[in-house]
C-alpha cells in the first residue's frame, strides 16, 4: 500500500485484508469497502458502504491493488459515470 494510503487507514483504524483477488476494509463494526480484481489489472467490482462514501476509501483501494500488481487498472463493463470519474481521478486525468 502507498504510505499516504497506510497512513490514512490506520488513521481510521481500518483493517486491510487481502486474498488473491479481493481486497476489504472493514473497521470493528463492518466492512467499509470491497474491491475485486483479477491480475491482468481488470477492476471486477468495486463498493463502498453508503456511510463511509466520500471519505477516499475507493481510492484507496485501488491504489493498494495497482501496488500489488505493478500494472495499470481498468474497469470492467458496464462502468458506472461515477466509476469512470473515480478511475480518471486515480490516473491523475482529472
Known sequence: MAASAAAACAADALDVRHTPGILTLSNANT??????YRDDGAIEYIFVHPAHRRQGH?????????????????????????????????????
Do not use: F, N, W
Open 31 to 36: 466492512t467499509v469497502g470491497y474491491c475485486r
Open 58 to 94: 475507493a481510492v484507496r483501494m485501488l491504489e493498494q491493488v495497482r501496488a500489488q500488481l505493478r500494472r495499470p487498472l481498468r474497469l470492467e463493463p458496464p462502468v458506472s459515470p461515477l466509476g469512470a470519474k473515480l478511475l480518471r481521478h486515480c490516473d491523475g486525468a482529472d
